[in-house]
């Protein structure tokens, strides 16, 4: 067996790891003005034999040898090597900037803006193709951050920059087997938000065994596109999949987002979030004006949960659509969140079944 390489370390004084925190209980301490030895200070760098392929890391300490297990590593991207992955710090809940970095606070109470599917991955791809370097604390020309949750942000039109603790705040959670273009991954470490927290755009499958996807990311160094396996190299389990509020149904297009959307009177409509008919959550919110209000007021009124109405219901949302709506997901048992006053796909599929 050829002889083992050595390298001497030099630890912080005050490293923390197990195997300090051991000697320095039963070592005596340095003499004045020197520092202890790390009981890690020499590590067997490459150990190999001619016999076998396997390579053995061990660490020597004070009076013998002490084995260590080795540390487990989760996939890593391509071209990337083992222990180089890139980390992805961001910036907290900041307003948009302009080019020439004045925040612009969005005006109080300002509603998400309705956009497609199409339109999400259209801006994705704008990044994409300039490149854009990555930053927690630079801002990009169009005035979002130029980190991961940043760029969630601008592909969604959001009127502020989100961070991965507040996007779920303007999402729904959804399930592997409901992922569609423009729809996030997202994973927030709420014990440490700046070690792992990351959040990347669904493109869509790669192919049929639903094993893999075509992720856009703001990542070091720049914005990419990149074929991913689900749900992400490392930290897998802990992403969830997510859909933007404010998404319109493709059948609906951009004047569906603004609330301007015709539908054929008895028509079933789009089919949003996979329910036949749902044409989204940009259509029921303060000053919309539609014929899915309209439409949803009157099976309120058919269930029995049109109550609060005086007159109608009409197409305009109003409080008395919201308190009715309300009043039936209460029914189903749902609290809190689930229980906003506000039709999501879940709500439209019991209303209508």
Not at 59 to 72: D, I, Y
Not at 180 to 194: R, V
Request: glycine share 14%.
């Amino acid at each position: 067996m050829e002889t083992p390489v050595f390298e001497e370390i030099e630890p912080a004084s005050d490293c923390d790891c197990a195997g300090c925190r051991h000697w320095r209980r039963v070592l005596p301490h340095a003499p004045a003005g020197g520092a202890l030895a790390h009981p890690a200070a020499y590590r067997t760098l490459v150990v190999a034999t001619a016999a076998a392929s396997a390579t053995a890391v061990s660490v020597l300490g004070a009076g013998g040898a002490a084995a260590l297990p080795a540390a487990v590593h989760a996939a890593h991207r391509p071209g990337v090597p083992a222990g180089d992955e890139p980390g992805t710090p961001q910036g907290p809940r900041a307003p948009l900037h302009g080019p020439v970095g004045r925040p612009a606070a969005p005006p109080a109470g300002a509603d998400l803006a309705g956009i497609t599917r199409t339109e999400i991955i259209d801006r994705a791809k704008s990044w994409v193709a300039a490149k854009v370097p990555y930053s927690m604390t630079a801002y990009w020309s169009d005035g979002y951050r130029q980190d991961c949750s940043g760029f969630v942000s601008m592909a969604w039109k959001l009127p502020a920059n989100e961070w991965t603790g507040s996007l779920g705040t303007v999402a729904d959670r959804i399930t592997k087997e409901e992922l569609q273009p423009g729809d996030i991954l997202l994973f927030h470490n709420a014990s440490d938000p700046q070690k792992g927290s990351h959040v990347v755009i669904f493109g869509g499958w790669t192919d049929g065994t639903r094993t893999a996807y075509t992720a856009y990311e703001q990542t070091p160094p720049h914005t990419r596109k990149l074929d991913t396996p689900y749900a992400y190299w490392s930290n897998s389990a802990q992403y969830l999949p997510y859909r933007y509020k404010g998404v319109a149904a493709s059948g609906a297009g951009k004047a569906g987002a603004a609330g301007t959307g015709q539908a054929p009177p008895g028509a079933a409509g789009p089919a949003s979030h996979g329910v036949a008919g749902y044409p989204g959550r940009a259509m029921f919110r303060p000053g919309a004006d539609n014929p899915y209000v309209t439409r949803l007021g009157r099976q309120l009124v058919r269930k029995g949960f049109g109550t609060y109405y005086t007159r109608g219901p009409g197409p305009r949302w109003g409080e008395a659509d919201r308190r009715g709506v309300q009043a039936f997901q209460r029914a189903q048992g749902w609290r809190g969140g689930a229980a906003d006053g506000y039709p999501g796909p879940e709500t439209w599929r019991r209303l209508f079944s």
